[in-house]
């Protein structure tokens, strides 16, 4: 295949309507409690503001809600029917329309913590969307960003589609970009970071990373076992090496 990838490597999927299906309360990740630790590093949340990048229904705020009430919590998506959604499944946070990769759409005010999570796939270049959520950061504030990072030195971008049936598009995302090529983009603006290996869990509550239960999707991530050691795979065959990646100021 020559040229540029089908599909929108822009972070923006309709396909991620789907989460509009799918109630908040019950569509906590096994990794919630992974990213919860480092966003709040040991502290209780008073008077720490947070805002979710991709909030999609907003599941990660409704698990924080309960955990860290005195947090003042925001979900920021590309997608306005995730947005409404988000708002009537969350009511304890406060949710807005914006593209991460258009500056102009992004709340004005700065947070004690950004998260990003899952999403950063979705981007086939760094660019613009790490300097604009940069930007977002408070002073002494920290960005936390979870999913796949490659720890060899090579940038890997992905297309995938259901093959079943009618074809159905191209979709974007399960990029794994390098933790050199982070690491690079960082250390020029000077920023501090770290990195911190997420091992899934290998039970029964995390055998669909994607929350619905519903194994036979074949765009779901799960639970797989690869050198008797638990990794995260899809219905591609790629097996995805989640991370955290912690920027401090």
């Known amino acids: 295949m020559g040229g540029a990838l089908p599909g929108r490597g822009d972070g923006t999927r309709r396909l991620d309507l789907r989460y509009s299906q799918r109630p908040a309360a019950s569509h906590h990740r096994p990794y919630f409690p992974f990213v919860e630790k ?23 705020l409704d698990y924080l809600a309960s955990r860290r009430p005195t947090a003042r919590c925001s979900g920021l998506d590309a997608l306005p029917e995730l947005v409404a959604y988000a708002r009537r499944q969350v009511p304890a946070a406060s949710f807005s329309v914006g593209d ?5 759409s992004l709340p004005t005010g700065k947070f004690s913590v950004v998260t990003m999570l899952t999403l950063h796939s979705h981007f086939d270049s ?11 950061i408070a002073d002494g504030g920290r960005a936390v960003l979870f999913g796949p990072f490659n720890p060899q030195p090579v940038d890997v971008l992905v297309r995938l589609r259901a093959a079943e049936g009618e074809p159905s598009e191209w979709t974007c995302g399960w990029n794994v970009h390098s933790r050199h090529s982070f690491a ?8 501090r970071f770290a990195f ?16 619905s239960g519903d194994v036979s999707d074949p765009l779901a991530t799960r639970p797989a076992v690869l050198d008797g050691r638990p990794v995260l795979m ?3 065959g790629l097996t995805l090496p989640f991370a955290l990646l912690e920027i401090f100021p």
């Open 100 to 104: 991460i990769t258009d500056g102009a």
């Open 126 to 136: 760094l660019d613009p969307w790490l300097e604009n959520l940069l930007g977002l």
């Open 196 to 211: 911190h290996d997420y091992v899934p869990p290998d039970d029964r509550h995390a055998r669909a990373e994607s929350g």
């Open 38 to 60: 480092h966003a709040f590093r040991g502290g209780s949340g008073d008077g720490l503001t947070l805002l979710d990048i991709g909030c999609a229904n907003g599941a990660f």
């Open 184 to 191: 690079a983009r960082l250390r020029a603006t000077g920023r």
């Open 234 to 236: 899809n219905g591609s």
